[in-house]
């Protein structure tokens, strides 16, 4: 059992989810823009049961989802992370860590959704080296490129919830930054 541990960049801090960011992080799934590629808007109580999943992520698999901050303002501006939601896909990729984020609209083009899925996954090449997997609609062409960044490369493309999705998977390699 672990606990997120928290994570710096030149701009972000990534730290593990707090009770009192729920109103941010409602406010954040509660936008259609946001909700547009990952199966719509959340609920209050949605993020709240979704804040109570990563602490178990942590506590159970020794990896889960964090908080991001802009690391000036201390604002909650979105989380990232991983998890192996059982999602039952074929081809399967449970029992590996599957990579998500989402990132606010009003921080959108500063290239910190980059910035963060790189240093979560620094730190899971760190701590959990081996194989990874993301799943993304084929559309959010953002997400894809933020991908591929990370030297994610298309594995399949099937179908998940009535949306078509494009999966990802890549190998673990040396961190490109510090700790």
Known sequence: MTDAPTLTT?????????????????????????GRFTGGTRTRQDIWF???????????LGYGYWT??????EVIIGEVGFADF???????ISMCPESGWIIAPKFWGKGY????????????????PGRSTCIIEPRNTASIKIA?????TELA??????????????????????P
Request: aromatic fraction near 6%; proline fraction near 3%; charge should be neutral.
């Open 10 to 34: 030149a701009r972000l801090i990534l730290r593990p989810v707090r009770i009192t960011d729920l109103d941010a992080l409602s406010a954040i799934r509660a936008d259609k823009r946001v």
């Open 50 to 60: 979704t804040m109570l999943r990563t602490v178990g992520l942590w506590h159970m």
């Open 68 to 73: 991001v901050c802009e690391a000036a303002t």
């Open 86 to 92: 059982m999602r039952g896909l074929s081809p399967d």
């Open 113 to 128: 959704a980059s910035e963060a899925v790189s240093a979560a996954h620094d730190w899971l090449d760190r701590n959990h």
């Open 148 to 152: 591929e960044k990370c030297a994610y």
């Open 157 to 178: 493309r099937t179908e998940f919830e009535d949306s078509s999705i494009i999966i990802f998977e890549r190998q673990s390699h040396a961190p490109t930054t510090k």
